[in-house]
Each structure stands twice: as structure tokens, then as C-alpha cells.
């Protein structure tokens, strides 16, 4: 919904509001509302027009899907301008506990917009690599048993890097008849693998802008190179063909992070 400073909604004034969410993504059917399921947005936009008393309808920073978690997630919305943000906040946290959290809330300028005013989003996975499992980490990391070179997924994350069509690496999205297919060029700006101890190796990749299943896509393709299934060289043939068949292993969602949302710099389209 566009907003200037003062808006309309229902008949109220109103003011654009900026949120910093996080949840836990394994109680949830991904964060789109969808009929029928439970999902972070459903719920989040039935305890904020509980406490506003007038229907709001959220933009969104990053789409995360079932079983994928956020520490930063950014939403923002219309709210009526005499509501107390401290006050909402604290009851949206009492009816949307234990999974879903208001970290933060703001008043933002008219034209912010959480999804097209973001200029990167950060995501953070997780691999437990020991020979056990931990059963603390069961829903925030994905384990894997045999040993992994880390040198070697960091080399594969070279080719990687800047703009390119990462449709290898993505689950393209339905085109109606006639349109024009979806773009799959995004812009990575960093993607490294560092190990943090006791088993724990985490991946953070920082891009524009990612398409559908792209950060897992690209885990998986990396977790193939760590256990020399496949050689670090083979990033550059794997963009340059195009092909999805070429990454067939997806990691799987409760290893991923959305770890947080940048609004500083130029952005760059997708």
C-alpha cells in the first residue's frame, strides 16, 4: 500500500511503520500467508490488526520459505499515527509467543518500503559437521556426518561472486502465458564458509537480491564440492549452463538464517 506522510486507512491517519522480526520457522508453513496453513505473515497480521483495530497489509524484506528462520526479518506497513509502537510491540509478542518476535519498531520516512528499498540481505547456514548428531541443533542446522573441506568450498565461492544468472541455482518461478520469465541475475557481494568450533561450520552469503531456493540450491552445490564429490571448478560450468538439473542437491530449510537486511548504499536491481 503507498504511503505519504499522512495516509488513510479505514479513515484514520496514518504513519508507515518499520519492524525488525525474528522467528523460529519450524512452527510455520514459510512467512507468505497461505490459505489453510499456518505461516509467519498470517499470524503477524493477525495480532497487529487485533491491536491497531483496522486491517493491515505488510511489504516484506526476504520470502523465507517453510522451515527457514529469521533473526532480522523487515517488514513495514501502514499504521493508524496515534498508535504507541512500544505498547504494540509488547502485545504482539504476547499473542504471537514463543516463535515469532518484534525485535525492534520505528517510524519510518513515507517512502520506505522493506522489500524495494533493501540494497542486500544477508542469510547465515549452518552445517553440523561431526560424526553425532546434537540433537539441541535438530532445528537449526543440517547434519552431515562425513568430513568437510572447507578450503575447498571456499574456492567454489569465487566463481560465485558479482552479477550473474544464477538459474542453476533457482527455483524458477510460473510464467502466465505470454509474459516475460523472471529474471534470475542477482549481484553477490560475499559468500564464505568459516568454522566456529566445536563441529559447527556456517556459510554467510550477502547478494541484491535471491530467487527462489537459491541460498539452499547453492549450500547444497557446496556441501557436493567439501566432500570432494565434485570439483571446486565446477562453479563456473554450473552458471554458465543454466541448467537446474546440474544442482541436484537441495540442503534442507532448518539449516538457513535470514540473518539480516541492509538499507545503506545504492541498490541494485535484480
Not at 108 to 123: I, K, L, M, Q, V
Not at 126 to 139: E, F, H, R, S, W
Request: charged share 20%.
Amino acid at each position: 500500500m503507498t504511503a505519504p506522510e499522512i495516509a488513510e486507512l479505514d479513515g484514520l491517519a496514518t504513519r508507515r511503520a518499520r519492524f525488525v522480526v525474528a522467528y523460529n520457522g519450524a512452527a510455520f508453513h514459510g512467512f507468505a500467508a497461505n490459505h489453510g496453513v499456518t505461516t509467519v505473515e498470517g499470524e503477524l497480521t493477525r495480532a497487529v490488526s487485533t491491536v491497531v483495530r483496522v486491517p493491515v497489509e505488510f511489504s516484506v524484506a526476504g520470502r523465507t520459505d517453510a522451515g527457514v528462520h529469521a533473526r532480522a526479518q523487515v517488514i513495514s506497513c501502514d499504521l493508524p499515527g496515534t498508535t504507541d509502537l512500544d505498547a504494540l510491540t509488547n502485545s504482539v509478542n504476547a499473542l504471537c509467543r514463543p516463535h515469532i518476535a518484534i525485535r525492534d519498531a520505528q517510524w519510518a520516512e513515507p517512502g520506505f518500503d522493506a522489500r524495494f528499498s533493501a540494497t542486500w540481505r544477508h542469510y547465515r547456514y549452518v552445517v553440523l559437521n561431526t560424526a553425532t548428531p546434537d540433537p539441541m541443533l535438530l532445528d537449526r542446522a543440517w547434519h552431515v556426518r562425513e568430513s568437510l573441506s572447507l578450503p575447498l568450498m571456499n574456492l567454489a565461492c569465487d566463481g560465485l561472486m558479482g552479477e550473474q544468472d544464477f538459474t542453476s541455482f533457482c527455483r524458477r518461478p510460473d510464467t502466465p502465458g505470454g509474459a516475460e520469465p523472471a529474471s534470475m541475475k542477482r549481484y553477490l557481494m560475499s559468500a564464505r564458509w568459516k568454522d566456529n568450533g566445536d563441529g559447527c561450520l556456517e556459510f554467510d552469503i550477502r547478494a541484491n537480491a535471491f530467487c527462489h531456493q537459491m541460498v539452499r540450491s547453492i549450500t547444497g552445490f557446496l556441501v557436493e564440492v567439501g566432500l570432494r564429490r565434485r570439483p571446486a571448478s565446477d562453479t563456473r560450468g554450473v552458471i554458465l549452463g543454466r541448467d537446474r538439473r546440474l544442482v541436484p542437491l537441495l540442503a534442507p530449510p532448518q539449516g538457513l538464517t535470514l540473518w539480516k537486511v541492509g538499507y545503506d548504499g545504492v541498490r541494485v536491481h535484480p
